[in-house]
């Protein structure tokens, strides 16, 4: 488990799919540190990994940022921010909804990612970009997820 | 950050023939084109060595995101096409939980247990009659 | 007029916190003393009398520590800090001895009457108006003290309802080892969404530690099976599939079948009225058959 940054926060480049690899192991370590059991980790580090293809695939590229977040109280948690100047998306409704895809993949990508975290927040501008924040935290008893359909 | 890549994750990865099977096993995180690549070597060794069956485990796996998901499914359905009955062996139940999740339930993959569960599968008849009691 | 009081307080008397601060110094052991008769503490430190008074003098210097700071009214003053365990140990103790919230507070009210008592008759010399300030101060930090006691008891029983969350979600979720290869969870009470999450960890954990091929999900005590409830159940059927076991899903009531046929779920998932036919069917797929051994009666279940 050597040769990637050592502490939580980061700023990571996704440029190419060797990035991905590189963004899925920052992202498993930062989310033991931070305390996430097995199950959460895999889920953040699967997230992060549609999420980064995502930035990739369709906004040409552009970074991720991991940062540990607390809610001031007992809870820790992770969140990352998925960054590109790729074109933006038109229909964000549309784009969540699960099937949808504007390349190849399953289109899970977006609305996928969305199921295995605590908060999702994405922020797109036709012609400047794409900017999605997810955040996890580390519980126990789980915390209810967001149910959706 | 060092930017090298380990060797492993984009070495390919072996695919060993035990009689009519073909085993892969695969381990830890995997690169996109050494998947893609995978998915070429299946289908090649298949037709050159007219296998029967394909068991990949994945119980050194510690993540499957839709991608990695879409490509074991083209490899299950890829075989299918020339014959081959492909069992997807040793998933994670972290990995499980994750993928059911993410809303890739891969209804069309075969799965075993482990390697041994998934060898006796291959071992059973094509397509046996499911008999149900009583 | 006010400048003219302010000015007759700094040459005459101290500030009424400070007064108050020096008293409560000065008057540590007698205190300690007094309160230690106070059913708080007689009820709490039972094992001894000096357990009570050692507890009371603790107090007393906290309360001197508060009253030093200015910040008689403030329930996050630091002085109260070394006392807080103690103070939320004693409520825990009469709590449970089955006294409400109220009657605690009442208690802790009862020592303020000692205190002031003890103040009143320490300042002989001094004028009405400052004693009575003085016994207004103790009486307001007296009241911050029995605030600070209502505040940790209510943190500790959030604290206490928490731990008892963890406990319940694992108590009511045991994967039990119905035969060789076969595992089975009687799901009984709400399936929410932080609960099923549980069981499913907990039913693959042991899917994978049995080498288990069938994994059986008795719903009989599930009291409603809504459309979210049913989406849960159909997560676990298929994250059981994935780790190549098959479910099957026992206990299942008309009109929950209906319900899963309304969600229209394609998921392939055996179903069986009850838990000993789901057990059978298993047996059945791992070529054990149930056959009566009764004269006349044999034939497979």
Known sequence: MSGTAAGVDARLPIRSDLDLVWVRQHVRQAAAAVGFGLVEQTKLVTAASELARNTLVYGGGGEVTTERVSDGRAAHGLRLTFTDRGPGIPDLEKALSDGYTSGDGLGLGLGGARRLVHEFAIDSTPGSGTTVTVTSWATRPPRPREELR | MNHELPRAAAAPVPVLRLGDVLLITLQGDLHDGTAEQLQRDIAESIVRSRVTGVVIDISGVEIIDSYLGRVLAEIAAGSRLLAARTVVAGMRPAVAITLVELGLTLPGLRTALSTEAALELLAEPADRPHREPR | ???????????????????????????????????????????????????????????????????????????????????????????????????????????????????????????????????????????????????????????????????????????????????????????????????????????????????????????????????????????TVAAVRLMGAECVVSGIRPAIAQTIVHLGLDLPVVTRSSLADALAYALHRLGADIVSVTPGGAGTR
């Open chain 3, 1 to 235: 007029m006010p400048e003219h009081h302010t000015t007759a307080r700094n040459t005459e008397n101290p500030v009424p916190t400070q007064e108050v601060g020096a008293f409560l110094g000065r008057r540590r052991e007698q205190l300690a003393q007094r309160w230690a008769d106070e059913p708080l503490f007689r009820a709490v430190f039972t094992v001894s009398r000096d357990e009570a008074v050692e507890a009371g003098r603790a107090v007393a210097d906290a309360l001197a520590q508060v009253a030093g700071s200015g910040r008689v009214e403030d329930t996050d003053s630091p002085g109260f800090t070394p006392v807080r365990e103690q103070l939320t140990r004693m409520a825990a103790s009469r709590g449970r001895a089955g006294l409400t919230a109220a009657q605690i507070s009442r208690e802790v009210d009862a020592l303020r009457r000692p205190a002031v008592d003890l103040l009143v008759a320490d300042l002989p010399q001094a004028s009405s108006e400052h004693v009575r300030e003085c016994a207004t101060t103790l009486t307001a930090l007296m009241g911050t003290l029995r605030l600070v006691v209502m505040e940790t008891s209510l943190t500790e029983g959030q604290a206490l309802i928490d731990r008892q969350q963890v406990q319940l979600l694992e108590v009511a979720t045991p994967v039990i080892r119905l035969w060789d290869g076969i595992v089975g969870v009687p799901l009984i009470g709400t399936l929410d969404s932080a609960r099923s999450q549980v069981v499913m960890e907990t039913l693959l954990e042991s899917v994978v530690d049995q080498q288990a091929r069938f994994a059986i999900l008795d719903i009989t005590g599930v009291p409603t099976v809504d459309s979210l409830v049913a989406q849960h159940l159909m997560k």
